[in-house]
């Protein structure tokens, strides 16, 4: 099964930029994309020595742990999934989901109840950057300076299926918290890049400290502790990474968004 990806790129590309500027620079990346021949459908297909829907699947459940490289007979499959409709589908019906469980919530209205929102590949989409042909959806090894370039732009899209929860979360009055693994260094560039994507109100956002050590899990543990010292009740924590969702403190449920092109333990 074929889908059509640049068509599908186009249409997902123009639904989530906002000037024209970023359009242009979106529809030079519909060139690079090209070089991806559709050699798979995004439902999966076997490919010598990796089934690379299997991988996925072992990622997305936290089976395979500490990996580092997307493995490069999968940058194909990857960069299709990503970038077709079925991880746009994935993110939404986790959305749907949460939205589900929010509406069901008993909530006390006291001002104390929020929702961690983690923010790459949560709130804000890195897609752009990971579809340049240097990053390539994760087969080709992180390079920091680069990706802090990239987030210097404050040019990241919101991820759809989240401003739709979080819009159901404000509207609930439960207060949205940011939790990210972003340096604080980049709290400006951040706070515009989100009020931009359409995330205006937060009660918090919590960017890691020069102070902050150890790793992803024991971060976000340890802020969710503050959080919750402090009389916040989480009753929501939505993620893409295994390490926004574990630990202590993680909340009343737990929300696994799509991630397959890195991993932060
Ligand atoms: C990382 O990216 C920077 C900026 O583009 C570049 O100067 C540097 O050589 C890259 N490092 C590696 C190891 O590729
Ligand atoms: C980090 O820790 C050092 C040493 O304890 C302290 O002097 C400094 O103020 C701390 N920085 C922040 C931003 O908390």
Known sequence: MKKPIPLFFL???TAWAVSATELSKNIRQVVEIHRLRPQTGSAGHRIPQIDCLSWRLGVETNNIRDWKLVPSDCENYVGHYMLG???RDDCEIVADAAIEYANGLTLSGDG???WVFDIDETTLSNIPYYARSDVAFGAVPYN???FDEWVSEGKAPAIPASLRLYNAVLSLG???VFL???KEAFREVRTANLKEAGYYNWEKLILKG???TGSAVEYKSGKRTELVNAGYKIVGNIGDQWSDLLGVDVGDRTFKLPDPMYYIG
Do not use: L, R, S
Request: negative net charge; charged residues 30%.
């Open 11 to 13: 249409v997902a590309v």
């Open 85 to 87: 409709e079925q991880y």
């Open 112 to 114: 104390t109840e929020i």
């Open 144 to 146: 920091d300076t680069k």
């Open 174 to 176: 439960i207060k949205p």
């Open 180 to 182: 990210t693994g972003t």
């Open 210 to 212: 020069v102070n902050d």
